[in-house]
């Protein structure tokens, strides 16, 4: 049986290896690889987490020299505001430690970090439309030409940050709401890759994928949140089911109704909220309407609990796209700060 400390060394040895890939990539230059090298920077950082979990008893020394190498991970994988999560924990991990050697754990971090921070706060206050729209709690202006100022200053930021998965999240939503969605799954699959464990980032792009891709790539991708869909999370399962019945309706194909009905089942043994339980049974009467070879109604709704949303929606809308517009919104709800 593996040791916690054997578990240790091993998540040491990992964030090690992906460092020094990182590293050959930022000396390659150019956006791409600049951007994959963030992508290994931030899986080292988590492996510096894991790794100190791991131990039985973690010395606090360690405790702190493992958040010293998180947030420099975070710092060289261009994420200022990622970092700065990590430098809080440090300030209070260090007062468990001796002052000569937190000074020496945080010696080579310190300097780089306030650097970091600066560079981020200076650009962050020449974004004035993101400023606006942080102050209005907005992320995605109404008028195309403010939608437009709010795109270029998300860029320019992921020009010199392009770590920061919040700014990929804004320039995704950004672009869909402007109808590009190439565009948008682009950037949201980036967002994605900086944090894999985003329930968020993986319900989205479960849908954006139906949207955007071919239909061959879509199964593909569908294909492996379907793998996984027993430990996704229930919004996860409801996108998925949203996406096959998007699917369907290019192809026709009763096996994306029966596999959307099944991982409505999925997502409703996971739900953990009453709204996300109502929009899962709902698309579970809707697939069972469907699979009856009947055109699904508001009953669907009302029956599910949703009748708030049937009442206010126009006479003749299609119940599906009812459906999937109040999922968007729920998840949407959940909107990370763009200029964290």
């Known amino acids: 049986m593996t040791s916690g400390s054997e578990l240790y060394e091993f998540g040491l040895a990992s964030s090690g290896k992906l460092k020094l ?27 510096e987490r894991r790794a100190a979990e791991v131990l039985p008893a973690c010395p606090a020394s360690t405790r702190l020299a493992a958040s010293v190498e998180e947030c420099f991970c975070l710092v ?22 001796d002052g000569g050697t937190a000074e020496a754990l945080l010696s080579r971090l310190t300097p780089r970090y306030e650097a970091s921070r ?38 320019l930021v992921l020009s010199k940050f392009p770590g920061i998965p919040g700014f990929w999240w804004a320039a995704y939503r950004l672009a869909e709401a402007g109808g590009d969605l190439e565009t948008a799954w ?20 479960v849908l954006v994928a139906a949207r955007a891709l071919s239909a061959g790539d879509a199964d593909e991708h569908l294909g492996r949140a379907r793998a996984s869909l027993d430990r996704a999370g229930a919004e996860v399962c409801l996108m998925y ?17 029966l596999r959307a009905r099944e991982a409505t089942g999925i997502g ?3 739900a953990r909220s ?7 049974h709902a698309t579970q009467l809707v697939l069972d309407s469907l699979l009856a070879g009947q055109d699904p109604t508001f009953d669907a709704l009302y029956l ?28 949407q709800a959940m909107e990370r700060r763009a200029a964290a």
């Open 274 to 280: 009453e709204e996300l339980r109502r929009e899962l």
């Open 186 to 205: 682009s950037a949201l699959s980036r967002a994605h890759r900086l944090e894999p464990d985003n329930r968020q980032f993986t319900a989205m792009g």
């Open 241 to 257: 089911a949203l996406a096959e019945i998007e699917l369907a309706r290019a192809d026709g194909a009763r096996a994306r109704w």
């Open 76 to 97: 060289e994988g261009r994420n200022p505001p990622g970092a700065g999560e990590v430098w809080g924990r440090i300030l209070r991990e260090k007062r468990d430690v």
């Open 118 to 155: 600066r560079g981020f706060a200076k650009l962050i206050g020449s974004c004035t439309t993101l400023r606006q729209l942080r102050i209005a709690g907005a992320l995605v202006p109404t008028s195309a030409a403010e939608r437009a100022r709010a795109a270029r200053e998300v860029n």
């Open 268 to 270: 409703l043994v996971q």
């Open 21 to 47: 890939r990182a590293t050959a990539r930022l000396a390659e230059g150019g956006p791409d690889a600049t951007f994959e090298a963030c992508v290994l920077l931030h899986e080292a950082a988590r492996l």
């Open 304 to 331: 599910a609990g949703l009748g708030a949303v049937a009442a206010s929606a126009p006479p003749k809308s299609n119940v599906i796209e009812l459906l999937s517009s109040e999922a968007e919104r729920r998840v």
